[in-house]
Protein backbone atom coordinates (compact mmCIF):
# COMPACT_ATOMS: atom_id res chain seq x y z
CA UNK A 1 0.00 0.00 0.00
CA UNK A 2 0.95 3.55 -0.73
CA UNK A 3 1.77 6.31 2.08
CA UNK A 4 2.75 9.81 1.36
CA UNK A 5 4.04 11.66 4.64
CA UNK A 6 4.71 15.48 5.06
CA UNK A 7 7.46 16.11 7.58
CA UNK A 8 6.04 19.13 8.76
CA UNK A 9 2.82 20.11 10.20
CA UNK A 10 3.34 23.63 10.16
CA UNK A 11 5.85 26.19 8.61
CA UNK A 12 6.14 29.58 9.48
CA UNK A 13 8.50 31.70 7.21
CA UNK A 14 8.76 35.38 6.16
CA UNK A 15 7.61 37.50 3.33
CA UNK A 16 10.23 37.09 0.62
CA UNK A 17 11.97 34.23 2.07
CA UNK A 18 12.61 30.81 0.32
CA UNK A 19 10.24 27.92 1.69
CA UNK A 20 10.58 24.30 1.46
CA UNK A 21 7.93 21.95 2.19
CA UNK A 22 8.88 18.23 2.39
CA UNK A 23 7.18 15.35 1.19
CA UNK A 24 8.23 11.83 1.00
CA UNK A 25 6.19 8.56 -0.32
CA UNK A 26 6.28 4.83 0.24
CA UNK A 27 5.54 2.52 -2.58
CA UNK A 28 6.44 -0.62 -4.22
CA UNK A 29 5.39 0.25 -7.87
CA UNK A 30 5.66 3.89 -9.89
CA UNK A 31 3.59 6.53 -8.63
CA UNK A 32 2.14 10.03 -9.82
CA UNK A 33 2.82 12.63 -7.55
CA UNK A 34 0.86 16.23 -6.54
CA UNK A 35 0.51 19.08 -4.42
CA UNK A 36 -2.70 20.35 -3.68
CA UNK A 37 -3.33 23.94 -2.07
CA UNK A 38 -6.46 24.18 0.19
CA UNK A 39 -6.80 28.58 1.13
CA UNK A 40 -9.05 29.01 4.17
CA UNK A 41 -13.12 28.03 3.73
CA UNK A 42 -11.92 26.53 0.00
CA UNK A 43 -11.72 23.41 -1.76
CA UNK A 44 -8.45 21.74 -2.68
CA UNK A 45 -6.79 22.88 -5.57
CA UNK A 46 -3.99 21.45 -7.84
CA UNK A 47 -0.46 23.18 -7.92
CA UNK A 48 1.28 20.85 -9.50
CA UNK A 49 1.48 17.02 -10.76
CA UNK A 50 4.77 14.46 -11.46
CA UNK A 51 3.31 11.88 -14.16
CA UNK A 52 6.99 11.24 -16.08
CA UNK A 53 9.63 12.73 -17.78
CA UNK A 54 11.89 15.76 -16.09
CA UNK A 55 11.68 15.71 -12.47
CA UNK A 56 11.33 19.00 -11.94
CA UNK A 57 7.72 20.26 -12.49
CA UNK A 58 6.71 23.66 -12.47
CA UNK A 59 3.47 24.72 -11.15
CA UNK A 60 0.93 27.95 -10.26
CA UNK A 61 2.08 30.65 -8.43
CA UNK A 62 5.48 30.22 -8.82
CA UNK A 63 5.54 26.94 -7.09
CA UNK A 64 8.01 24.41 -8.26
CA UNK A 65 8.53 20.56 -7.22
CA UNK A 66 11.67 17.87 -7.26
CA UNK A 67 11.10 14.33 -8.07
CA UNK A 68 13.88 12.36 -6.07
CA UNK A 69 12.99 8.79 -6.86
CA UNK A 70 16.08 7.57 -4.83
CA UNK A 71 15.67 9.72 -1.61
CA UNK A 72 11.28 8.82 -2.25
CA UNK A 73 10.70 12.14 -2.20
CA UNK A 74 8.91 15.41 -3.86
CA UNK A 75 9.27 18.41 -1.75
CA UNK A 76 7.56 21.39 -2.98
CA UNK A 77 9.39 25.32 -3.06
CA UNK A 78 9.14 28.53 -3.95
CA UNK A 79 11.94 31.09 -3.69
CA UNK A 80 9.96 34.22 -2.29
CA UNK A 81 6.80 33.98 -0.62
CA UNK A 82 4.10 36.26 -0.58
CA UNK A 83 1.26 37.13 2.56
CA UNK A 84 -1.34 35.15 0.15
CA UNK A 85 0.26 32.26 0.09
CA UNK A 86 -0.32 31.28 3.47
CA UNK A 87 -2.48 28.24 3.22
CA UNK A 88 -2.36 24.18 3.80
CA UNK A 89 -0.50 22.63 1.80
CA UNK A 90 -1.30 18.63 0.64
CA UNK A 91 0.67 16.49 -1.35
CA UNK A 92 -0.70 13.46 -2.41
CA UNK A 93 -0.05 10.30 -4.69
CA UNK A 94 -1.46 7.43 -6.73
CA UNK A 95 -0.08 4.17 -8.22
CA UNK A 96 0.38 4.86 -11.80
CA UNK A 97 -1.24 1.47 -12.45
CA UNK A 98 -3.87 1.99 -10.66
CA UNK A 99 -7.54 1.80 -12.23
CA UNK A 100 -9.26 3.75 -9.77
CA UNK A 101 -7.05 6.74 -9.89
CA UNK A 102 -7.37 6.97 -5.91
CA UNK A 103 -4.85 9.39 -4.48
CA UNK A 104 -3.54 9.09 -0.58
CA UNK A 105 -3.10 12.31 0.73
CA UNK A 106 0.13 13.50 3.49
CA UNK A 107 -1.63 14.85 6.76
CA UNK A 108 -0.60 18.61 5.42
CA UNK A 109 1.63 21.80 5.68
CA UNK A 110 -0.30 24.85 6.97
CA UNK A 111 1.93 27.41 5.31
CA UNK A 112 2.32 30.57 7.31
CA UNK A 113 3.51 33.71 6.14
CA UNK A 114 4.65 36.85 7.93
CA UNK A 115 5.34 40.14 7.04
CA UNK B 1 -12.82 27.09 -16.18
CA UNK B 2 -15.22 24.52 -15.37
CA UNK B 3 -15.44 23.21 -11.60
CA UNK B 4 -17.16 20.97 -9.08
CA UNK B 5 -19.59 22.45 -7.24
CA UNK B 6 -21.15 21.06 -4.24
CA UNK B 7 -23.92 22.29 -1.76
CA UNK B 8 -24.88 23.15 0.62
CA UNK B 9 -21.22 24.43 2.22
CA UNK B 10 -22.45 23.94 5.47
CA UNK B 11 -24.71 21.34 7.10
CA UNK B 12 -25.83 21.28 10.57
CA UNK B 13 -27.77 18.00 11.64
CA UNK B 14 -28.77 15.72 14.70
CA UNK B 15 -27.31 12.72 15.47
CA UNK B 16 -29.53 10.14 14.07
CA UNK B 17 -30.42 12.18 11.01
CA UNK B 18 -30.03 11.36 7.37
CA UNK B 19 -27.91 14.03 5.41
CA UNK B 20 -27.49 14.08 1.57
CA UNK B 21 -24.44 16.03 0.36
CA UNK B 22 -24.90 17.25 -3.39
CA UNK B 23 -22.16 17.62 -6.07
CA UNK B 24 -22.20 18.50 -9.80
CA UNK B 25 -19.10 17.47 -11.52
CA UNK B 26 -17.90 18.81 -14.67
CA UNK B 27 -19.86 17.69 -17.41
CA UNK B 28 -17.21 15.58 -19.53
CA UNK B 29 -15.73 13.51 -16.50
CA UNK B 30 -16.54 9.84 -15.77
CA UNK B 31 -14.96 9.27 -12.34
CA UNK B 32 -16.28 10.94 -8.99
CA UNK B 33 -15.00 10.34 -5.69
CA UNK B 34 -16.07 11.29 -2.29
CA UNK B 35 -13.21 12.05 0.15
CA UNK B 36 -13.78 13.54 3.66
CA UNK B 37 -11.18 15.33 6.32
CA UNK B 38 -12.31 15.69 9.68
CA UNK B 39 -10.62 18.67 11.16
CA UNK B 40 -6.75 18.83 12.07
CA UNK B 41 -6.59 15.57 10.15
CA UNK B 42 -5.58 14.28 6.89
CA UNK B 43 -7.66 14.19 3.43
CA UNK B 44 -8.99 10.51 3.44
CA UNK B 45 -10.86 8.46 0.57
CA UNK B 46 -13.88 7.57 1.33
CA UNK B 47 -15.24 5.54 -2.30
CA UNK B 48 -14.74 5.69 -5.99
CA UNK B 49 -17.80 5.85 -8.03
CA UNK B 50 -17.36 4.91 -12.46
CA UNK B 51 -20.02 3.28 -15.17
CA UNK B 52 -22.66 3.85 -12.40
CA UNK B 53 -21.36 2.01 -9.71
CA UNK B 54 -19.10 2.24 -7.09
CA UNK B 55 -15.39 1.11 -8.03
CA UNK B 56 -14.22 1.53 -4.91
CA UNK B 57 -14.82 2.12 -0.87
CA UNK B 58 -12.46 2.45 2.34
CA UNK B 59 -13.39 0.91 5.25
CA UNK B 60 -14.94 4.12 6.45
CA UNK B 61 -17.64 3.86 3.77
CA UNK B 62 -19.40 1.41 5.96
CA UNK B 63 -23.29 1.03 5.38
CA UNK B 64 -24.65 3.82 6.82
CA UNK B 65 -23.15 5.26 3.88
CA UNK B 66 -24.37 5.15 -0.08
CA UNK B 67 -23.64 7.18 -3.36
CA UNK B 68 -25.87 7.83 -6.11
CA UNK B 69 -25.98 9.50 -9.23
CA UNK B 70 -29.42 10.09 -9.82
CA UNK B 71 -29.73 11.80 -13.22
CA UNK B 72 -26.15 12.43 -14.98
CA UNK B 73 -25.27 15.33 -13.35
CA UNK B 74 -25.53 14.99 -9.96
CA UNK B 75 -23.51 12.84 -7.29
CA UNK B 76 -24.77 12.44 -3.96
CA UNK B 77 -23.91 10.69 -0.38
CA UNK B 78 -26.42 10.32 1.98
CA UNK B 79 -25.50 9.18 5.74
CA UNK B 80 -28.54 7.60 6.63
CA UNK B 81 -28.20 7.78 10.60
CA UNK B 82 -25.41 10.41 11.15
CA UNK B 83 -23.03 10.03 14.23
CA UNK B 84 -20.57 12.43 15.92
CA UNK B 85 -17.56 11.52 14.50
CA UNK B 86 -18.95 12.13 10.98
CA UNK B 87 -18.32 16.01 11.71
CA UNK B 88 -15.44 16.50 8.50
CA UNK B 89 -15.47 18.54 5.63
CA UNK B 90 -16.66 16.10 2.55
CA UNK B 91 -14.96 16.51 -0.49
CA UNK B 92 -16.33 15.94 -4.11
CA UNK B 93 -14.18 15.51 -6.80
CA UNK B 94 -14.10 14.09 -10.58
CA UNK B 95 -11.89 13.25 -13.43
CA UNK B 96 -11.55 12.56 -16.97
CA UNK B 97 -9.65 9.26 -17.49
CA UNK B 98 -5.71 9.97 -16.79
CA UNK B 99 -6.36 13.61 -15.57
CA UNK B 100 -5.57 14.78 -11.95
CA UNK B 101 -8.92 15.16 -9.66
CA UNK B 102 -10.96 18.45 -9.71
CA UNK B 103 -12.19 19.03 -5.76
CA UNK B 104 -15.40 21.44 -5.08
CA UNK B 105 -14.74 23.70 -2.17
CA UNK B 106 -16.64 21.12 0.18
CA UNK B 107 -19.46 20.72 2.22
CA UNK B 108 -18.52 21.19 6.11
CA UNK B 109 -20.98 18.40 8.39
CA UNK B 110 -21.63 19.31 11.55
CA UNK B 111 -23.39 16.59 13.59
CA UNK B 112 -24.32 17.66 17.15
Known amino acids: AQSVTQLDSQVPVFEEAPVELRCNYS??????LFWYVQYPNQGLQLLLKYLSGSTLVKGINGFEAEFNKSQTSFHLRKPSVHISDTAEYFC?????????????FGKGTLLTVNP | EPEVTQTPSHQVTQMGQEVILRCVPI?????FYWYRQILGQKVEFLVS????????KSEIFDDQFSVERPDGSNFTLKIRSTKLEDSAMYFC??????????FGNGTRLTVT
Open chain 2, 93 to 102: ASRAGGSPLH
Open chain 1, 92 to 104: AGENSGGSNYKLT
Open chain 2, 27 to 31: SNHLY
Open chain 1, 27 to 32: SSVSVY
Open chain 2, 49 to 56: FYNNEISE
